[in-house]
């Protein structure tokens, strides 16, 4: 299993951007990178998927290297409700494993 | 559409005591995951299904928990007997063809 190592806390203002790195240097070729988001008292939420190069959709970005031992997921212009644990996953299919996640705090 | 069922959504047992959760994943999720998830940190896997069988549950305890899904489509997680350690939000989710995993909201264990 590809171990994933993020930043433990972030703080961000309104409007920023937020970019956390995630480095999977292990990472296999089969691999996909999966970020989930996860509220209190919630599951975590599927954000975003990618394998190589760049993926964006209408939440996020997903930045992938060449040699993909990191990735870096990109939110826009956070607000308030983006203040989360975000998860980097590494892997295939199953024996999906969670780290400890980054806590995103955003303020006013 | 809905969503993945979990109940209880919230339990309070003493140790020793015994305890059953119950997940019900999106319909056509094959595949069904439970989680362990302790305050302060990430989801920890349980336990794996594909349709009925077992593909993974190399980290599940198995001298207190067990978990089954006979037909393929709800599964139960049960604690027996139950530590104080075992404390913890129990996820479940299903997996897409895409890979993309649906969390239920989980559900609450206090053990006293």
């Known amino acids: 299993l590809a171990k994933t190592t993020q930043p433990i806390s972030m703080d961000s203002y309104e409007g920023q951007e937020v970019n956390i790195t995630c480095s999977h240097n292990?990472?296999?070729?089969?691999?996909?990178i999966t970020w989930y988001q996860q509220f209190p008292s919630q599951g975590p939420r599927f954000i975003i998927q990618?394998?190589?190069t760049k993926v964006t959709n209408e939440v996020a970005s997903l930045f992938i290297p060449a040699d993909r031992k990191s990735s870096t997921l990109s939110l826009p212009r956070v607000s308030l409700s983006d203040t989360a644990v975000y998860y980097c996953l590494v892997g295939v299919d199953y024996k999906l494993s969670f780290g400890a996640g980054t806590t995103v705090t955003v303020r006013a | 559409e809905a969503g993945v069922a979990q109940s209880p959504r919230y339990k309070i047992i003493e140790k020793r005591q015994s305890v059953a959760f119950w997940c019900n994943p999106i319909s056509g999720h094959a595949t069904l995951y439970w989680y362990q998830q302790i305050l302060g940190q990430g989801p920890k896997l349980l336990i794996q299904f594909q349709n009925n069988g077992v593909v993974d549950d190399s980290q599940l305890p198995k001298d207190r928990f067990s978990a089954e899904r006979l037909k393929g489509v709800d599964s139960t997680l049960k604690i027996q007997p139950a530590k104080l350690e075992d404390s913890a939000v129990y996820l479940c989710a299903g997996r897409t063809n895409t890979g993309e995993l649906f969390f239920g909201e989980g559900s609450r264990l206090t053990v006293l």
């Open positions: 990618g394998y190589k």
């Open positions: 292990n990472i296999a070729t089969n691999d996909y």
